[in-house]
């Protein structure tokens, strides 16, 4: 059974770097999005892609933020300057519509 | 805007006792329903989901789920359950609407931990 895959399993970067998160999604899916868990919270929308365009993005999704599908395979979440409050897990998840999202194991991103 | 209540934070249970995880939301338009289960360490299954039809909706490892829409909830049941039932649940939902992208909007989830 196809699965979504997310690499790497787990980031550390220090404040101000650049991280770029992979996700590779199931061939089929056409929507494609991220969310983030902060340990003890809960899991929050990020942005959708679709069509090659973000079709929402939450207030979390700043200029600092962005993502891309470069080739049609991997979707990529890119965090231009990381700070230490970007520490989180980072879901990658996708679907054939609106009625289901497959989620991928997750990156866990720690800024120090 | 939606959103979803996860009234509680903790469900303990003793092994083969029932289980019910409570969830409401709250939204101006019709909705889908989600259940999704997180294990230790891993990312997030989907357990079930509702879209139309029946409101009692069965998903995986034995779980089951029922919307009532007159009092906004969807909540999970398991008649039995097991050790490995052990883990964190989260109900969610995505509001459908013409243009929209179809996020989903998690409640805070609910920790089931089963014991012997």
């Known amino acids: 059974e196809p699965e979504v895959t997310q690499t790497p399993s787990h980031q550390v970067t220090q404040m101000g770097q650049e991280v770029i998160l992979r996700c590779v999604p199931i061939s089929n899916h056409l929507y494609f999005y991220w969310y983030r868990q902060i340990l003890g919270q809960k899991v929050e929308f990020l942005v959708s892609f679709y069509n090659n365009e973000i079709s929402e993005k939450s207030e979390i999704f700043d200029d600092q933020f962005s993502v891309e599908r470069p080739d049609g395979s991997n979707f990529t979440l890119k965090i231009r300057s990381t700070k230490l409050e970007d520490s989180a897990m980072y879901f990658c998840?996708?679907?054939?519509?609106?009625?289901?999202?497959?989620f991928g194991p997750g990156t866990r991103l720690t800024v120090t | 805007a939606q959103s979803v209540t996860q009234l509680d934070s903790q469900v303990p249970v003793f092994e083969e006792a029932p289980v019910e995880l409570r969830c409401n939301y709250s939204?101006?338009?019709?909705?889908?329903l989600f259940w999704y289960v997180q294990y230790p360490n891993q990312g997030l299954q989907l357990l079930l989901k509702y879209l139309s039809g029946s409101t009692l909706v069965k998903g995986i490892n034995g779980f089951e789920a029922e919307f009532n829409k007159s009092q906004t909830s969807f909540h999970l049941r398991k008649p039995s359950v097991h050790i490995s039932d052990t883990a964190e649940y989260f109900c969610a939902v995505s509001e459908i609407e013409e243009g929209g992208s179809e996020k989903l909007v998690f409640g805070k989830g609910t920790k089931l931990t089963v014991n012997p």
């Open positions: 939204s101006s338009v019709s909705v889908y």
């Open positions: 998840a996708g679907g054939q519509g609106p009625y289901e999202q497959y």
